[in-house]
């Protein structure tokens, strides 16, 4: 079934326009923001499992760096690779470990004083994968979609193998696997989206 392996997110902005659409008092002021809730897995290794799920924003990535990344994948996926690994925005991790860097979290305006953050990063592809030239390690980003309504609680998506293409100005995700994890129970502390 094609539909398996090629369920994509369609990001409905492109990364270029989110400097727009938020305000940078806005940027600065939810630094330090924490997203917390749980991972529940509905294929691949994580089927069936739930794990902690903790997001922590440094900051948002920038119009230049946005801009950057825009280029970078219209050249593909290894040079979105090198121009994401230069990039910190904070941290996330899945299970109780330290987790990878998120290198782009992006911030925009949701419905009713939401905010929607878009996470990307760079996952860590294993030793048996590269070894094995498995299909897995071509899918190198990890993604993440977070809703959070204006008390800072919300849901999600999360896939912890990706690609990322372009197609005309859109950015596409596919994942890996058959479908993506949801996260569930997100909660926002830190930052101006906590308040009530």
Known sequence: ?????????????????????LPANAKTAMAGQTVTGTVVGISGRLA???????????????????????????????????ALSKLDAGRVSIGNNVGVTANAVFATPAAEGGMKLTVLFQRNVNFFELRAGTRSSDYR?????????????????????????????????????????????????????NAR
């Open 48 to 82: 069936g499992r739930t794990l902690p799920f903790k997001l922590i924003v440094n900051n948002y990535t920038s119009d230049a760096d946005a801009d950057r990344l825009n280029a970078a994948l219209r050249s593909g996926q290894d040079e979105l690779l090198s």
């Open 141 to 193: 980003f990890g993604y993440a979609e977070i809703y959070l309504d204006k008390r800072g609680r919300g849901e999600g998506t999360f896939i912890p193998a990706a690609k990322v293409k372009l197609e005309g100005n859109t950015w596409v995700v596919e994942d890996f696997g058959a479908f993506p994890a949801r996260l569930i129970g997100m909660r926002s502390s830190g930052g101006v989206s």
């Open 1 to 21: 079934m094609r539909f398996r392996k090629l369920l994509c997110l369609t990001l409905a902005l492109c990364f270029v326009m989110v400097g727009a659409v």
